[in-house]
């Protein structure tokens, strides 16, 4: 037969030779009599005396307590209790001293309780308590004439009481409160939408020096008074007006709800903080949150045993051991997945956002905004650095639906790549239809470089144009030449005036009534044909001019629809700082135009990342969009008012030809062809310290010369 087994045999059995321990009561009882043995013969004495004058000893504590009332009984109790707190040498000294002056303020408080119930006094045995008391007179002013303000008074001084008795557990459930309001005031996330604001005229003003590179302003003030338009710039009436209402706002909480609940999932802590709805794409700020590492540990007592529950198991608590940030690379590691959930093509994570202290998720939105070139241009932001500089640039709008501007004067070069169908026309277009309508004819020149005949040749007879739009390849190093040469030619100016930039110059020619310098802007729409063409000579040109063509005032504007190595070259890459890039193929491509990845997940269709040359980082916006009716009305109102301008040399310029380019260092190489009778690529670039194009291509005029020879 099984045995019973009671709750009496589940008790822990005390090992032998061991006394069973006091109880913590009876413990300190007995360690107050062995500490202070004067108390038994302080109240054998009393009791003596007591018996043999106990009317003289009771007409003594009649007077006192008949001056002092309630205090002295009240505060001797309250002493007693402090000082046996006092005598309780296992607790630390600290909570001790705490423990005593938490006993004198309980009894100081119960004192001034008596003294306002019974302000008067009260008789008891004979005795006048409460006369003069200080609890009296405490009383009554605490208590006044309402009894419920005296008790919440009274309230307050159990509160000291209590704080003094357990300070950390009181700070910790003060802050635990005042996390939980703050968690619950932070629950509905800010979401932002950002409206187009009201068209302001543009402002025309005298040039003066370049302002950065990029400026973004938030909060402008905009003059209620309109600008008058100058009669010698086209209207900006020629240009179509943004569309007020045709911004469209999602359902961002929806979103949101998702991002968390996606994060969660893969546990990351991390919550939606900011919500910036742009043209094309909206950004969720995410802010990191923490991760927690925790371990189990045993409740002990005093003693150091382990603490047990009713059913005989060890009571546990789990105890926070440290409590770290998420880091960022695990946000940035679920970007598929955050794809998958947002049901979206792709997204694009950029940690941080420069300025802000979150990592920023761009979701594409469902029906994206078309940004107008007059919707940018009419903004304070442009109006101001057009104000500053006469090639202030309207790039578009971030994905908060800020406008950025740019000035080219500070690039001072401009890089643009992307695929075909990605926008990079009509960025072309924009930037000339941006100088086409601020300047005139003597403030800026340009330079149209168009090998595929279709994008800028709509901007023949323009009287900015220095030439009619070039289309022809092999004129182009002609060009570059001669751009190269005027760059020396104004370099000599400057020289006999004694200034250093255009501004100067141009400031000295308007004190002594000479006709000023104006800006030039060559544009060349496809790189990649001249490089196949002349790919030596082209960067050597190139590079010449982004290197020292900035203080005359020449600047450059290339752009490609294939940036690999071999068309953007490391050295073109050094000289231009500032790039744009649309979409492109691969990450490969979005490396070589920007040193980063990010451009191959760009929606296209004018969605672009702009690297600033003083940025770390590329800036995501939607470009501006400039229709062929605009364009049209914009180039006929300069044919009408104005006749072309062109300059004779670049007209008569002849195409380029690689038989009829002879390099300087053939005749080196016919001398090491006579002197070894036999040469080839890798000798003459040892002997004449060159690279392997060069090298090839003089032997192959080598090889040629030889067959005129022979055939002679």
Not at 108 to 117: H, M
Not at 385 to 399: M, N
Not at 423 to 448: A, F
């Amino acid at each position: 037969m099984a045995a019973v087994r009671t709750r009496a045999h589940l008790r822990k059995r005390r090992p032998a030779g061991r006394k069973p321990e006091r109880r913590p009561a009876l413990a300190r009882t007995a360690a107050f009599i062995d500490r202070l043995p004067w108390v038994l013969g302080a109240a054998v004495l009393a009791a003596g005396a007591l018996w043999f004058s106990r009317e003289l000893i009771f007409s003594a504590v009649s007077w006192g307590l008949a001056q002092v009332g309630f205090v002295p009984p009240v505060l001797l109790a309250g002493g007693a209790l402090a000082y046996w707190r006092l005598a309780d040498r296992d607790l630390p000294r600290v909570v001790r001293f705490r423990q005593a002056l938490a006993a004198e303020v309980f009894a100081l408080g119960f004192a001034v309780l008596l003294g306002g119930v019974y302000p008067a006094g009260v008789r008891l045995a004979g005795v006048d308590f409460g006369r003069v008391s200080l609890g009296g007179h405490l009383g009554a002013a605490l208590f006044g004439p309402n009894v419920f303000v005296g008790v919440m008074r009274l309230g307050l001084l159990a509160g000291f009481g209590v704080v003094l008795l357990h300070p950390r557990a009181t700070f910790r459930t003060g802050r635990t409160l005042v996390r939980a309001g703050v968690r619950a005031a932070r629950q509905a996330p800010r979401v932002l939408v950002r409206r187009p604001r009201p068209a302001v005229p543009a402002v025309a003003a005298p040039p003066i020096d370049p302002t950065p590179v990029i400026e973004r302003v938030r909060t402008a003030v905009v003059s209620a008074a309109p600008a008058k338009p100058n009669p010698a710039l086209p209207p900006i009436d020629l240009l179509e007006p943004g569309r007020e209402g045709e911004t469209v706002t999602m359902d961002n909480r929806q979103r949101v709800r998702l991002i968390e609940e996606k994060l969660a999932e893969y546990g990351v802590d991390a919550r939606v903080v900011e919500v910036n709805q742009g043209p094309t794409v909206t950004q969720f700020g995410i802010e990191p949150g923490w991760e927690v590492k925790t371990r189990i540990v045993k409740e002990r007592d005093a003693q150091g045993r382990i603490k047990y529950d009713k059913d005989g198991n060890p009571k546990i608590r789990i105890e926070e051991v440290s409590r770290t940030r998420v880091k960022v690379r695990r946000i940035k590691q679920l970007e598929e997945d955050l794809a998958v959930a947002l049901a979206v093509p792709s997204v694009r994570i950029e940690a941080p956002v420069p300025g802000k202290p979150y990592i920023g998720i761009e979701v594409p939105n469902v029906n994206t905004t078309l940004v107008t070139l007059r919707q940018v241009v009419e903004t304070p932001q442009f109006r101001r650095l057009a104000a500053k500089s006469r090639l202030a640039l309207a790039l578009g709008q971030d994905v908060a639906g800020e406008p950025i501007v740019a000035d080219l004067a500070a690039m001072p070069h401009l890089l643009i790549a992307g695929a075909t169908g990605s926008g990079k026309s009509v960025c072309l277009n924009s930037i000339v239809c941006c100088l086409l309508l601020h300047n005139t004819p003597e403030q800026v020149r340009l330079i149209l470089v168009d090998p595929k005949r279709v994008e800028l040749v709509q901007y023949n007879d323009v009287p900015h144009l220095l030439a009619p739009v070039v289309v022809d390849v092999d004129k182009v190093i002609g060009v570059l030449k001669w751009v190269t040469g005027e760059m020396d030619n104004r370099y000599r100016r400057f020289a006999e005036v004694g200034v250093r930039n255009i501004t100067a110059y141009n400031a000295w020619a308007a004190r002594e009534k000479q006709p000023a310098l104006p800006y030039i802007v060559l544009i060349i729409d496809e790189l990649a044909d001249l490089m196949m063409l002349a790919p030596d000579e082209t960067e050597k040109l190139l590079c010449r001019l982004a290197q020292l063509a900035r203080a005359t005032g020449i600047h450059l504007v290339l752009a490609t629809q294939r940036p690999s190595v071999d068309v953007v070259t490391g050295l073109i890459k050094a000289n231009f700082p500032s790039r744009i890039s649309f979409a492109v193929s691969s990450q490969v491509d979005s490396r070589t135009i920007l040193d980063t990845v990010g451009a191959e997940k760009l929606l296209g269709r004018g969605d672009m990342l702009f690297l600033p040359g003083d940025a770390p980082k590329p800036i995501r916006l939607q470009g501006c969009f400039v229709s062929d009716a605009e364009i049209e009305r914009l180039v006929n109102w300069w044919r009408a008012n104005r006749p072309p301008q062109y300059v004779e040399d670049l007209i008569n310029i002849k195409g380029w030809s690689e038989d009829e380019q002879e390099d300087e260092l053939l005749d080196e190489a016919r001398a090491l062809l006579r002197q070894h009778g036999r040469v080839s690529v890798s000798f003459l670039q040892r002997k004449l310290r060159i690279g392997y194009n060069r090298a090839a291509r003089l032997l192959e005029q080598l090889g040629e010369e030889e067959d005129e020879d022979s055939e002679g």
